[in-house]
Structures are given as structure tokens and as C-alpha cells.
């Protein structure tokens, strides 16, 4: 039986949606973030040198990141569900999107959170006006760019199909949701200038396999606008 190292308010939640959509048994291990610094507690390093989430096992594997757990799950229990035909054109766009959420748009997020937390960090008094300048410098001249373009895109896309790789739903979405709701909370994101987006991340949030993955998962901040 697939074991999932979760942690919470962590990319670990889609491994759960993907699970429970796939109607797969599964035991949870829960892991807690520390509570000042936010990151993954030691406990994980015993799981995957890295001691990062997610991360599941599986007769005796060891498999982490989220789209390399996607891929497995899929291809060893998945019986041709939650993926379209290899080689169709939703396939192709199966495939970017499922490398896309990780590759290109979860590190926009990433880094917006990692600069709006230096200024707010310790440092002598005269020196955070010089960090606040710095970080709203990188902000306003890359990542609020960086981040317009990459959400008018994905916009645009889900302007064109109900979902990301077609009319299905499909794992590619499931990967995709956790850099949008970040996005949620980290970009200039909005119902006004994103509709389809935010029609998107209602549909994602009102599937039963995704309510279920929150009541076995746990706290999860990102859930909600």
C-alpha cells in the first residue's frame, strides 16, 4: 500500500487529491512544520535525503516529487485514468502542464514569498528600508512582470478549454492547482482580471476527491481565496 509523508500546508496536498481520485487506499503520515520557520521537520530526512515533501513509499520505493509521484501512481494503478492518449493533442498539453506548474510557475511563487519575508526578518533597524526597496524593486521589475504574463497566459488557455489539457479533467490539473492558489494569496491575481482562473480553482475546490484529500490532510491554508 502506497504510504504518503505528508506535510501540511505543502505541495503534498495534490498527492492526496490524486489518490483520492483514484479511489486508492493509502496510509498517511503526517508531518507539522515548525512553527517560526516554517520548514519541513528533521523526521523527513529519514524518509528522502532532501527531507522535503511530498514524498510517498511504495513496495519498498522511495518516490519524491510531485510530478515523478504523479507519473508513477498513474502508470502503476492508474489504468489509463486522470492522462489522454499519448500523442493526442490533449496529451501534449497533459504533459506541459504537468511539468509547467513545477518548471515554471511554482518558482514565480516561490521566490515572491521568500522576498516578502526578508524584510520582516531580524536585522538592525537601518538596514530594513534598504531591504524593503530592494525586494518591492525585484517585485515591481520582474516578478509582478514575470507573474502578469505567466497568469494572462493561463488565462488565455483556460479561455479556450474547461480544463488544462482539454475537456477533461485530468492530473495535469491536479498539478497545477497548488501554484494557483498560491497564486491566490502571492500575485496580483483576481476574479476581476483572471474569471477563468478563478472559475477554474472553484471547480478544482468543489470536486469530492478534493474535499475528501482536505479532510484526511488537514490544515491547508491555500484551500481558500
Not at 511530498?54 to 515523478?68: F, H, L, Q
Not at 500575485?187 to 483572471?194: D, G, M
Not at 478534493?210 to 491555500?222: I, M, N, P
Request: glycine share 8%.
Amino acid at each position: 500500500m502506497i504510504t504518503v509523508h505528508h506535510l501540511n500546508n505543502s505541495r503534498s496536498q495534490r498527492v492526496l487529491f490524486l489518490l483520492e481520485e483514484l479511489e486508492l487506499p493509502y496510509e498517511l503520515v503526517r508531518y507539522q512544520r515548525d512553527p517560526k520557520t516554517m520548514l519541513a521537520p528533521r523526521e523527513l530526512l529519514a524518509v528522502h535525503p532532501l527531507g522535503k515533501s511530498p514524498v510517498i513509499t511504495d513496495e519498498g520505493r522511495t518516490i519524491a516529487e510531485s510530478g515523478a509521484i504523479i507519473e508513477y501512481v498513474l502508470d502503476r494503478y492508474g489504468k489509463g485514468r486522470l492522462k489522454p492518449a499519448q500523442g493526442s493533442d490533449d496529451g501534449l498539453r497533459y504533459t506541459y502542464f504537468l511539468h509547467y506548474a513545477e518548471g515554471s510557475l511554482m518558482p514565480l511563487m516561490v521566490m515572491k514569498l521568500v522576498l516578502s519575508a526578508i524584510p520582516k526578518g531580524p536585522m538592525p533597524f537601518f538596514i530594513r528600508p534598504v531591504a524593503k526597496g530592494i525586494t518591492q524593486g525585484v517585485n515591481r521589475a520582474f516578478l509582478g512582470p514575470q507573474s502578469s504574463t505567466h497568469l494572462n497566459f493561463l488565462e488565455g488557455e483556460l479561455s479556450q478549454r474547461r480544463w488544462f489539457a482539454g475537456d477533461e479533467f485530468s492530473a495535469a490539473d491536479i498539478q497545477m492547482s497548488f501554484p494557483l492558489e498560491a497564486a491566490t494569496v502571492r500575485s496580483s491575481l483576481s476574479r476581476a482580471t483572471h474569471p477563468k482562473i478563478f472559475d477554474w480553482i472553484e471547480r478544482i475546490h468543489d470536486r469530492p476527491a478534493y474535499k475528501r484529500a482536505l479532510e484526511r490532510g488537514g490544515e491547508f491554508k491555500l484551500a481558500s481565496f
